[in-house]
């Protein structure tokens, strides 16, 4: 994992011969933190993360080449302990979307870490904040408090680098992913005028944590600010056009009037995104600013030979989860991750794009090898159970439009390998006797899979979840799935209890009633 991010992000690892530092995360289970920690550990620092609730980062895959510290950046006591030892920290909290006054509680939080620096002998702090210009009277409330802990954090004895960046690309960004959803739900958006005008210098996750390892290497005599951007800067309106041209899907009209205020249109986001509506107020506020990089220098300075990626390869980099899932990964174990810009399990629920589910579970006496034949039967001249009219039916109207239909069949009766055409499906993962998942290559508004995946259980049974999952594309998408709902739920329903039959059918498998579990 730590070397996958440093390599996305174009860092070196670490030479053997030289000593890393002794890094703080304060922030690590969010966004950038939980990203930023695995480029630490490539670079050869050795990493200690803060956290209120060390709990939460139980399931992130390099919690063991880490040291967890219980620390809370409203509690000086805490942090004063939390941070003795170490060379550099980093702040990366931001109490924006889980209070309402955030503004007060991010001032608290600087000015503690602060102290606490000073007292534990810090050698660095170092903060991402926004970018903007310095008048706090033409900033949004969200901006101006990202200066205002910029100003704290470097007020002491500590040398501080901030960075200041606008939108990150990347999924989880809570930014991209309101620019996410407001263009794949909306053919038709009515915007304020000014986010046809506002400029904004948008950077890829990739590049903003080549940035932040890159810090440590440079001298920490005084303090610095250095601003942070990719090499396009574009309109909100360039950037929700671009991301419907790199989605594939059709152009946008967006339409600028001049009396929807911040307010109403923060409503609106919380409308059509699942963003909070504490997240999406002050970010939509924000939209009114210039953020753009007005003094490059410092930052060519911190890039040295690492290529930026413009918005469009951002994008792309940040939509790739969905089409090049790890073949090693199970969703019904954790969400798919490997990259930086990859949707990750520390992230929040509304990370990595909509996701549309069917999820069944059936538990039986037939033996888990029975259970797995039966799966990897499906298909061909078997067919699909007791759901083989609405399959046959779904075949044809696929025909009509184009698409494969149901007339590949399967090469081999009995036998599956990876790349199989399977009727309309292609077989994308083949792991017996544990886990099979099918790609749909039907016409679609979307990409949607089939998953199964079985388990033995302690008592002799078997149980055997199945898991249909579509990314829609466009408001197309959503309503293909939401008119189909009813047949959906029938066709699923018919098909765990077909799967089970047959396994239950096999010879030699001692048998238990089924039990459907959901």
Same mark, same amino acid.
């Not at 200690?48 to 509690?75: F, K, Q, S």
């Not at 690309?169 to 038709?188: D, H, K, W």
């Given at each position: 994992?730590?070397?996958?991010?440093?390599?996305?992000?174009?860092? #070196?690892?670490?030479?053997?011969?030289?000593?890393?530092?002794?890094?703080?995360?304060?922030?690590?289970?969010?966004?950038?933190?939980?990203? @930023?920690?695995?480029?630490?550990?490539?670079?050869?620092?050795?990493?200690?993360?803060?956290?209120?609730?060390?709990?939460?980062?139980?399931?992130?895959?390099?919690?063991?080449?880490?040291?967890? +510290?219980?620390?809370?950046?409203? !509690?000086?006591?805490?942090?004063?302990?939390?941070? +003795?030892?170490? !060379?550099?920290?980093?702040?990366?909290?931001?109490?924006?979307?889980?209070?309402?006054?955030?503004?007060?509680?991010?001032?608290?939080?600087?000015?503690?870490?602060?102290?606490?620096?000073?007292?534990?002998?810090?050698?660095?702090?170092?903060?991402?904040?926004?970018?903007?210009?310095? %008048?706090?009277?033409?900033?949004?409330?969200?901006?101006?408090?990202?200066?205002?802990?910029?100003?704290?954090?470097?007020?002491?004895? /500590?040398?501080?680098?901030?960075?200041?960046?606008?939108?990150?690309?990347?999924?989880?960004?809570?930014?991209? #992913?309101?620019?996410?959803?407001?263009?794949?739900?909306?053919?038709?958006?009515?915007?304020?005028?000014?986010?046809?005008?506002?400029?904004?210098?948008?950077?890829?996750?990739?590049?903003?944590?080549?940035?932040?390892?890159?810090?440590?290497?440079?001298?920490?005599?005084?303090?610095?600010?250095?601003?942070?951007?990719?090499?396009?800067?574009?309109?909100?309106?360039?950037?929700?056009?671009?991301?419907?041209?790199?989605?594939?899907?059709?152009?946008?009209?967006?339409?600028? =009037?001049? =009396?929807?205020?911040?307010?109403?249109?923060?409503?609106?986001?919380?409308?059509?995104?699942?963003? $909070?509506?504490?997240?999406?107020?002050?970010?939509?506020?924000?939209?009114?600013? !210039? /953020?753009?990089?007005?003094?490059?220098?410092?930052?060519?300075?911190?890039?040295?030979?690492?290529?930026?990626?413009?918005?469009? #390869?951002?994008?792309?980099?940040? @939509?790739? *989860?969905?089409?090049?899932? !790890?073949?090693?990964?199970?969703?019904?174990?954790?969400?798919?991750?490997? &990259?930086?810009?990859?949707?990750?399990?520390?992230?929040?629920?509304?990370?990595?794009? &909509?996701?549309?589910?069917?999820?069944?579970?059936? &538990? &039986?006496?037939?033996?888990?090898?029975?259970?797995?034949?039966?799966?990897?039967?499906?298909?061909? %001249?078997?067919?699909?159970?007791?759901?083989?009219?609405?399959?046959?039916?779904?075949?044809?109207? %696929?025909?009509?439009?184009?698409?494969?239909?149901?007339?590949?069949?399967?090469?081999?009766?009995?036998?599956?390998?990876?790349?199989?055409?399977?009727?309309?499906?292609?077989?994308?993962?083949?792991?017996?006797?544990?886990?099979?998942?099918?790609?749909?290559?039907?016409?679609?508004?979307?990409?949607?899979?089939?998953?199964?995946?079985?388990? +033995?259980?302690?008592?002799?049974?078997?149980?055997?979840?199945?898991?249909?999952?579509? *990314?829609?594309?466009?408001?197309?998408?959503?309503?293909?799935?939401?008119?189909?709902?009813?047949?959906?739920?029938?066709?699923?329903?018919?098909?765990?209890?077909?799967?089970?039959?047959? +396994?239950?059918?096999?010879?030699?498998?001692?048998?238990? $009633?089924?039990?459907?579990?959901?």
């Amino acid at each position: 994992m730590a070397q996958a991010a440093a390599a996305e992000a174009g860092i #070196e690892e670490a030479d053997p011969e030289r000593a890393g530092l002794n890094v703080g995360v304060i922030g690590a289970t969010g966004y950038v933190g939980g990203r @930023l920690v695995p480029a630490l550990l490539a670079a050869g620092h050795r990493v200690r993360c803060l956290a209120r609730t060390p709990d939460r980062l139980g399931r992130v895959p390099w919690r063991a080449e880490v040291e967890v +510290a219980r620390a809370d950046v409203l !509690d000086r006591a805490s942090l004063c302990q939390a941070l +003795a030892g170490l !060379d550099a920290v980093y702040y990366l909290v931001h109490a924006m979307g889980h209070t309402e006054d955030f503004e007060r509680t991010d001032r608290t939080g600087a000015l503690n870490t602060r102290i606490a620096a000073e007292h534990a002998g810090v050698g660095r702090l170092v903060y991402l904040g926004g970018l903007g210009g310095d %008048d706090p009277s033409t900033l949004s409330h969200h901006l101006a408090s990202r200066h205002e802990v910029g100003r704290i954090l470097g007020s002491g004895t /500590v040398p501080l680098t901030e960075l200041r960046a606008a939108v990150i690309i990347g999924s989880g960004s809570a930014s991209f #992913e309101m620019l996410r959803c407001l263009v794949e739900v909306l053919p038709v958006m009515v915007c304020p005028r000014w986010v046809t005008r506002t400029r904004c210098q948008p950077i890829a996750i990739v590049d903003v944590l080549h940035c932040l390892v890159a810090v440590l290497d440079s001298p920490a005599g005084g303090s610095q600010l250095i601003e942070v951007g990719g090499p396009d800067a574009l309109t909100y309106q360039q950037m929700m056009e671009r991301y419907a041209a790199v989605a594939g899907l059709r152009r946008r009209l967006i339409l600028g =009037v001049p =009396v929807l205020t911040p307010r109403l249109s923060s409503h609106w986001v919380n409308l059509v995104t699942p963003l $909070p509506i504490g997240l999406a107020r002050p970010l939509v506020d924000s939209l009114r600013n !210039d /953020v753009v990089v007005s003094d490059p220098d410092p930052l060519a300075a911190l890039l040295g030979s690492h290529r930026r990626m413009g918005f469009d #390869e951002a994008v792309r980099s940040a @939509l790739a *989860h969905v089409q090049d899932l !790890d073949v090693s990964t199970s969703w019904i174990d954790s969400a798919p991750a490997g &990259t930086p810009a990859s949707p990750m399990p520390h992230d929040p629920h509304w990370a990595g794009g &909509t996701v549309l589910e069917d999820v069944r579970t059936a &538990t &039986t006496g037939a033996s888990p090898e029975a259970v797995f034949a039966a799966v990897a039967g499906v298909g061909g %001249d078997r067919g699909w159970y007791f759901a083989n009219r609405l399959w046959a039916a779904r075949g044809w109207v %696929d025909k009509l439009l184009g698409g494969v239909g149901m007339r590949r069949g399967r090469r081999h009766p009995d036998e599956l390998r990876v790349g199989d055409a399977l009727d309309f499906f292609r077989v994308e993962v083949h792991e017996p006797p544990r886990l099979l998942r099918l790609r749909a290559e039907m016409r679609l508004p979307g990409q949607a899979w089939l998953e199964w995946q079985v388990w +033995a259980n302690d008592d002799g049974t078997a149980t055997l979840s199945q898991r249909a999952r579509f *990314h829609p594309r466009g408001i197309s998408g959503r309503a293909y799935w939401w008119l189909l709902a009813v047949p959906h739920a029938i066709i699923w329903r018919r098909l765990i209890a077909g799967l089970v039959r047959a +396994a239950e059918a096999r010879p030699a498998s001692p048998c238990r $009633p089924l039990k459907l579990v959901s």
